[in-house]
T-cell receptor, first 113, second 111 residues
């Protein structure tokens, strides 16, 4: 597609439930990133995929968070047993390669009640 | 770990005044990128600087990369209401492919 697509755009979930967030990067972009942004705050790195290499998971805040990227394209970020502190906007970005500028999606606003 | 510090956190300027935001890294960077995030929007890539001492311009925006490749600045001349938003710098080291974002400078324009 023309841009990075994320779904859903908004998600309200009850505390303790699992959620899946989807990211469809720009076709041909080998690098895919997940960031988290709390209201009025900066971007917190979560995970990075580059081609077929093992992902860089160093930013995942706990083992409740996991992500996968299938076929080098679509990525899913899964949060298990959601907590209120998980409420944030989850942003996905892709780039042609690791040294290039990122194109961000519009994000998924997650609210845990 | 690597940190990218950005100052100021907030800036209010009168329309027509200039604005500058500064970015400093604890380690030498291989490159630095700048992004703009409008209120309610997502970050949009503006530019990437790679060379020591590099200066790039985009209309009223001037970007600089320090000689030591540890700091950078974004200067906006004669601000307009369309400049409102948060400006993020993001640095990459030679050791890592991912970039680390600063916390951003939120620019508010007073009419």
């Amino acid at each position: 597609g023309a841009g990075v697509s994320q779904s859903p755009s908004n998600k309200v979930t009850e505390k303790g439930k699992d959620v899946e967030l989807r990211c469809d990067p720009i076709s041909g972009h080998t690098a895919l990133y997940w960031y988290r942004q709390s209201l009025g705050q900066g971007l917190e790195f979560l995970i990075y995929f580059q081609g077929n290499s093992a992902p860089d998971k160093s930013g995942l805040p706990s083992d409740r968070f996991s992500a996968e990227r299938t076929g080098g394209s679509v990525s899913t970020l899964t949060i298990q047993r959601t907590q209120q502190e998980d409420s944030a906007v989850y942003l996905c970005a892709s780039s042609l390669g690791p040294g290039d500028g990122y194109t961000f999606g519009s994000g998924t606003r997650l609210t845990v009640v | 770990g690597q940190q990218v510090m950005q100052i100021p956190q907030y800036q209010h300027v009168q329309e027509g005044e200039d604005f500058t935001t500064y970015c400093n890294s604890s380690t030498t960077l291989s490159n630095i990128q700048w992004y703009k995030q409008r209120p309610g929007g997502h970050p949009v890539f503006l530019i990437q600087l790679v060379k020591s001492g590099e200066v790039k311009k985009q209309k009223r925006l001037t970007f600089q990369f320090g000689e030591a490749k540890k700091n950078s600045s974004l200067h906006i001349t004669a601000t307009q209401t369309t400049d409102v938003g948060t400006y993020f710098c993001a640095g990459r080291t030679n050791r890592d492919d991912k970039i680390i974002f600063g916390k951003g400078t939120r620019l508010h324009i007073l009419p």
